[in-house]
């Protein structure tokens, strides 16, 4: 009895499959049921010689069970009935062996060897009918392998679908890190061109402040000079007090009037000499600090020189990895 759709028939019958045939063998149940076991030992038997297919038998299940499902298929054979079931139950059967990894080609063959093996026992038992018995099974053999190769075409369909919404989804992510990553890169850029920009202005500013303390430094200098000039007017000032003090002794007490004179000029040469003593210590300490801070103003230029330098090897980096992102955007678009 056939119930399918309209496409399943139509597959019946390009195989050649008809109501009859189905009848026929449903009149062999008892014939099968006599031979299973040594159908399906035998198979077994030749299935197991080849290394491949028994590690994979033994990954997944067992022999036994392997063999009790392959009696119920065998005697199913004869159930006179191909309806929607039967090509579900077959479909399910493909898609399993195709996702533990047995390749169409040893599944397709496992059939020529089944019929093969079933013939020679129909051979022997039913001489007067095997011929047409296998003619069946061949058709129906065909069948199966049909379905498997559908089973195996919707499993790697899907598979392939899966892979492809993987592979979607790795190319939104990764279309979503590329602008992220752009736009840091841009951030990262404008900073790193800032602090370049603000470097740079830093080394000039402090290169100002360089020569201004230089043209300081000169100005103490001539500052130190000048007190030297007047300390030396202080001794002489002094010496000339004290030789004016000693000529009004001379004259007695028609010097006294010079003599007061004599010693307000020494008083006020003595008082000039420590005050330029003073001013030249406190030039000296001067000096010493504007040394400190011209050291210190050099430091800072060359670090601001550095920083510069640092600042637009990172803008040149950020550069090349913006050109990065951009061909990798674009291979990400071009994937999409």
Do not use: C
């Not at 759709?5 to 049921?33: H, M, V, W």
């Not at 598979?159 to 790795?170: G, P, S």
């Amino acid at each position: 009895m056939i119930q399918v759709n309209e496409a399943r028939r139509k597959q019946l019958r390009y195989i050649g499959i008809e109501e009859d045939d189905l009848k026929f063998l449903s009149t062999k149940q008892k014939l099968f049921s006599d031979i299973t076991d040594d159908v399906v030992n035998e198979l077994y038997d030749r299935i197991t010689e080849q290394p491949e297919l028994l590690r994979l038998i033994q990954s997944h299940s067992t022999i036994e069970r392997l063999k009790e499902t392959q009696r119920w298929y065998f005697q199913a054979l004869t159930a006179g009935v191909i309806d929607e079931e039967f090509f579900s139950k077959r479909l399910y059967i493909g898609k399993v062996h195709s996702r533990i990894g047995l390749t169409t080609d040893w599944y397709l063959g496992t059939y020529v060897l089944y019929l093969d093996i079933a013939t020679s026992h129909l051979k022997r038992i039913v001489p007067e009918e095997w011929l047409r018995i296998t003619y069946v099974l061949s058709k129906l053999f065909n069948l199966d392998s049909q379905i498997v190769l559908e089973a195996y075409e919707q499993d790697e369909k899907a598979k392939i679908e899966k892979l492809v919404d993987e592979r979607q989804n790795m190319l939104v992510k990764v279309s979503g890190i590329v602008q992220e990553l752009s736009s840091m890169m841009v951030q990262l850029s404008e900073s790193s061109n800032a602090v370049a920009t603000n470097a740079i202005h830093t080394a000039n500013v402090q290169e100002n402040s360089n020569v201004k303390v230089g043209e300081l430094s000169r100005e103490i200098d001539e500052i130190h000079q000048l007190g030297s000039t007047m300390r030396e007017i202080s001794d002489q000032t002094h010496l000339i007090g004290l030789n004016a003090a000693l000529e009004a002794a001379r004259a007695g007490e028609a010097g006294l009037g010079f003599e007061v004179v004599a010693n307000e000029i020494r008083k006020l040469a003595t008082h000039s000499k420590q005050a330029l003593i003073t001013i030249q210590s406190k030039l000296k300490e001067i000096r010493s600090s504007l040394d400190e801070v011209k050291h210190g103003s050099e430091e800072t230029v060359r670090f601001s020189r550095e920083q510069a330098a640092s600042s637009q090897e990172l803008s040149s980096f950020v550069q090349m990895i913006d050109t990065v992102t951009a061909e990798l955007n674009g291979l990400v678009e071009q994937n999409s």
